[in-house]
């Protein structure tokens, strides 16, 4: 058995810090981006956010490649000005509890975000040691709802995709695990997340047993 977990919103909280950058560059190109507009942005990738944010904006089409590629670098420097403050106090309830308890039972344990800076992240978290593999935007090329990402995870570990459960928080992330094969749990809106084999409110919920009982079903 082995698990595979999403960051932002299963490990870590850092859409907060997602949208302030995103919504200071909104600012700065002339319209307001509210956090309803950031909910949009949930496990998208840097590019594709940038395209959600400028269709908020009415501004679809009217930039150069080379102007959204510095949109998103200028972004992308006040994201990690945020993030390079964070603290091992913004884990999610939970997850360094659960994660731990997977180690010691020999489960295999990997990530798979989208985010070009989770290694960043996993270091001021100080999580990194408690991953087998790190497959991250850097690593893969296709964005979820594609498996690609957990895939690589699952090959990292040496597993199979059916060996696999995805903890998941956005809708694109559960569809990524299920097309790829593996089993799936949803951290959050059952509604929302109505693909996964069950959802919890958090990692504290979380138990070996439960995951157990998953597999031998
Ligand atoms: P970066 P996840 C995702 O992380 C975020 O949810 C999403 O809002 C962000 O745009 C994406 O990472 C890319 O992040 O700009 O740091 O490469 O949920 O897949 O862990
Ligand atoms: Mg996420």
Avoid at 27 to 56: H, P, W
Avoid at 80 to 104: C, K, N, S, Y
Avoid at 157 to 177: H, K, M, N, T, Y
Wanted: glycine share 8%; hydrophobic share 40%; charged share 25%.
């Amino acid at each position: 058995m082995n698990c595979l977990f999403d960051l932002d919103g299963v490990l870590v909280d850092t859409a907060k810090y997602h949208y302030i950058a995103w919504r200071n560059l909104a600012q700065r190109l002339g319209f307001e981006f509210t956090e309803q507009d950031n909910e949009r942005l949930k496990g998208v990738s840097r590019m594709a956010s940038l395209e959600i944010l400028l269709e908020v904006g009415g501004l679809t089409g009217k930039y150069s490649d080379s102007e959204k590629e510095a949109m998103a670098a200028e972004k992308n420097a006040e994201y990690v000005r945020l993030i390079t403050q964070m603290t091992p106090d913004e884990i999610l309830p939970g997850a360094r509890e659960f994660l731990t308890a997977l180690r010691a039972e020999g489960i295999g344990v990997a990530l798979g975000s989208a985010s070009k800076n989770a290694q960043t992240i996993l270091d001021r978290l100080e999580l990194t040691s408690l991953f087998d593999a790190i497959i991250d935007g850097t690593k893969v090329s296709k964005a979820k709802p594609d498996p690609e990402v957990f895939l690589k995870g699952a090959e990292a570990l040496g597993a199979q995709p059916s060996e696999c459960c995805v903890f998941e928080d956005a809708a694109a992330g559960i569809e990524a695990a299920r097309r790829g094969g593996m089993h799936c749990i949803g951290i959050g809106n059952p509604q929302v997340l109505s693909q996964a084999d069950f959802c919890v409110n958090a990692l504290a919920d979380m138990t070996v047993e439960r995951l157990r009982e998953l597999f031998n079903k």
